[in-house]
């Protein structure tokens, strides 16, 4: 089989078989840990993951589209959303999103020619008291203002 | 009331591990007590007296909802804790996770005990990276302590905290779709009944509880369950001890903060965040969670009937009102997750009606026809009249489509969506027409205060 997770990862998956009753509740743990590895979710992972869990790859594939954050295509090295939600657009968000747009050269849903950043809108991401917000891969950066975001893009530009 | 407390709050500043919660807010004594001197039912019976009121949206007493847990002869039970947090416009339980992870441990022990459960499920939605961190760290540092595992405090009855995580749809946080998403299945809603006290997570009987409210458990034990209670003002309605409070949208300074039950809005805008920004008027505060109906700030409490538990409030301004469960309720709307959007004068309802519905529309599960078309239908009329193509009858199709979701759906996510758009289309009817007579248009609305 093509896709194997790294041993790393592959003793972390031991690990969380360990927390449940039955190997499917793993199945969103476990998705993770490939799209961590691989960037997204192809259908060679559908299998790898369908047959570690014993379960239908169909049921695999109908996780993967419920849930926004596993991506089903390739996608930029690095994620940026911006939260779009009422609280945030209370506080600039618009405003925002369009300085993104404009200084990435790209619309909300793409990615960058260089491959470097994909550009999303975010639904509340219970940060609406730093309003406005966006995450980076795995972090957060609150209380944006235009000035931080180009800081923020410039260095996403360079990684 | 205005009255600021710490009990969870105080460690926020002084660091997030074991030793400090130790040291500086009488941390797992709670626990060690309840484990090694009660039972279980004086477990339940005692978190009655907390009038601890559900703090994930829906305001049911945490108590009673332990007291549904019945031990079965050959099933497991399971606590789960629901930190999905994706209401817009909340935002505390973050702050417990990243800044006070042992007050969750604590009190997860606590409840499986209380419950007959030996396995908590903290389940955290994907995002919030630095929180799953926390909580990772601080379930390895009780453990290590002895805290957790096979013989808590030494009494013999294991108790173990996993943290679970989603992978981004609002949707989960309601509690059936976040026990399917907890099996692995896609989060769709469950039909109820059963409930999740006789079938819940892997077909066993589960109890689950938001995150704020698992974690207030430990204070209100320490103190005494009554006594905790009383802290509030609105003891009296069975809405005891204190909360978190969030505030947020256009106010001087937005935040999280512990209070005791009972603050009004007007002191909550005023007092705590600092007054609404640019020193502008208010336009409108949603109060809790962007499911509850919109208040108005010239709205005024009509409740005439002596028996009501507003009449004290009757004729008066509805900021005026204590935050509470059954107080919210009587002025038409919902306490929900406590965290209260405030809007300015000058804000364009309409664009903040068409932003939620957006959002509606987005996290729709799509298993029930009113909400799935409902939903989208909302936002593409909305649409259609904030571009300035709309027509008196599309404002009346939207208080359709809105009545045809109630109670049509098979989880409250119908309900959610429902009730903030008759709120908006009730409050707001004027400044809606104003824009099908092309008297207020898309090029000057604005959400933002300058
Ligand atoms: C659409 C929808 C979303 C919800 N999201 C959350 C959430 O993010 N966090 C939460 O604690 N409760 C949420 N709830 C409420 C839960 O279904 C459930 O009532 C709550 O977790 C119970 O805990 P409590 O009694 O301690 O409040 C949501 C409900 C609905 C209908
Ligand atoms: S009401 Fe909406 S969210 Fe809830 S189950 Fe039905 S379609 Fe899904
Ligand atoms: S609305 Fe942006 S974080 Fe809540």
Redesign the interface.
């Known amino acids: 089989m093509a896709f194997a997770l790294t041993p790393e990862r592959e003793r972390e998956l031991q690990d969380i078989l360990t927390?449940y009753?039955?190997k499917?509740?793993?199945?969103?743990?476990v998705?993770?840990l490939c799209q961590d590895q691989h960037g997204w979710i192809s259908d060679e992972i559908v299998h790898y993951v369908s047959q570690k869990?014993d379960?239908p790859p169909a049921?695999v594939k109908?996780?993967v589209t419920?849930?926004?954050?596993?991506n089903q295509h390739p996608v930029g090295k690095n994620q940026v959303w911006v939260c779009?939600?009422?609280?945030c657009?209370?506080?600039?968000a618009?405003?925002i999103i369009e300085h993104c747009e404009k200084r990435l050269g790209v619309k909300c849903g793409e990615t960058t020619k260089n491959g470097k950043v994909t550009l999303r809108t975010?639904?509340?991401?219970?940060?609406?008291?730093?309003?406005p917000m966006m995450?980076v891969n795995?972090?957060?950066y609150e209380d944006l203002t235009s000035e931080k975001v180009d800081e923020i893009l410039r260095k996403l530009q360079e990684s | 009331m205005l009255r600021r407390t710490d009990y969870l709050t105080k460690v926020y500043s002084l660091g997030h591990t074991l030793d400090v919660y130790e040291k500086h807010a009488q941390g797992y004594q709670a626990a060690r007590k309840v484990l090694l001197s009660m039972t279980r039912e004086q477990v339940i019976e005692e978190a009655k007296k907390a009038n601890i009121r559900g703090r994930g949206g829906a305001g049911f007493p945490m108590g009673v909802k332990w007291s549904f847990m019945r031990p079965h002869p050959t099933k497991?039970a399971y606590l789960v804790i629901n930190a999905d947090?994706?209401?817009?416009?909340?935002?505390k339980?973050?702050t417990l996770m990243e800044w006070n992870p042992h007050s969750i441990v604590e009190g997860c022990i606590i409840g499986c005990y209380g419950i007959g459960a030996n396995t908590a499920y903290i389940y955290i939605?994907?995002?919030?990276?630095?929180s799953k961190e926390r909580m990772w760290g601080a379930i390895k540092e009780a453990r290590a302590k002895g805290y957790l595992g096979k013989t808590p405090f030494g009494k013999n009855y294991p108790v173990e905290v996993?943290v679970?995580?989603?992978?981004?749809?609002?949707i989960c946080g309601e509690e059936t779709s976040l026990l399917n998403?907890?099996?692995?299945?896609?989060?769709?809603p469950r039909l109820k009944p059963p409930f999740p006290a006789q079938a819940g997570a892997?077909g066993c009987p589960t109890t689950v509880n938001n995150l704020e409210t698992i974690a207030i458990v430990p204070a209100a034990f320490l103190m005494g369950c009554e006594a905790f209670s009383k802290l509030s003002s609105l003891h009296h309605l069975n809405d005891g001890g204190t909360r978190l409070y969030?505030?947020?949208?256009?106010v001087k300074k937005?935040?999280?903060h512990e209070l005791a039950v009972g603050v009004t809005l007007r002191e909550l805008i005023y007092d705590v965040a600092g007054g609404v920004l640019g020193d502008k008027p208010l336009m409108g505060v949603?109060p809790g969670g962007?499911s509850t109906p919109v208040l108005r700030a010239d709205e005024v409490v009509h409740a005439p009937d002596e028996k009501s538990p507003l009449n004290p409030w009757h004729g008066k301004s509805v900021l005026d009102v204590p935050l509470g469960v059954e107080t919210m309720r009587g002025v038409g709307t919902m306490l929900g997750t406590c965290?209260a959007?405030?809007?300015a004068e000058g804000?364009d309802p309409l664009l903040?009606f068409l932003?939620?519905m957006q959002?509606y529309h987005?996290?729709s599960c799509g298993q029930c026809t009113p909400c799935r078309e409902g939903s989208a239908w909302l936002d593409r009329t909305i649409q259609k009249i904030f571009d300035g193509e709309g027509t008196m009858e599309d404002l009346n199709l939207l208080s359709d489509i809105a009545n045809n979701i109630m109670g049509n759906t098979i989880c409250a996510f119908g309900e959610g969506t429902a009730m903030p758009a008759l709120g908006f289309l009730k409050k707001f009817r004027k400044e809606f027409e104003a824009y099908v007579r092309g008297e207020r248009r898309k090029g000057q609305a604005r959400?933002?205060v300058n």
């Open positions: 927390r009753p039955n499917m509740a793993a199945t969103i743990p998705l993770h869990l379960v049921h109908g996780v419920f849930y926004t954050l596993f779009r939600t009422l609280p657009a209370l506080r600039g618009y405003d975010a639904e509340c991401l219970a940060s609406c008291g730093t309003a995450q795995q972090q957060y | 497991l947090e994706g209401e817009p416009g909340t935002h339980d973050r939605r994907d995002e919030l990276h630095l996993y679970h995580t989603g992978a981004g749809a609002y998403s907890l099996e692995g299945r896609r989060g769709e892997f969030g505030i947020n949208g256009h937005p935040g999280v949603i962007s965290c959007t405030v809007m804000t903040a932003n939620l959002f987005h996290e959400l933002t």
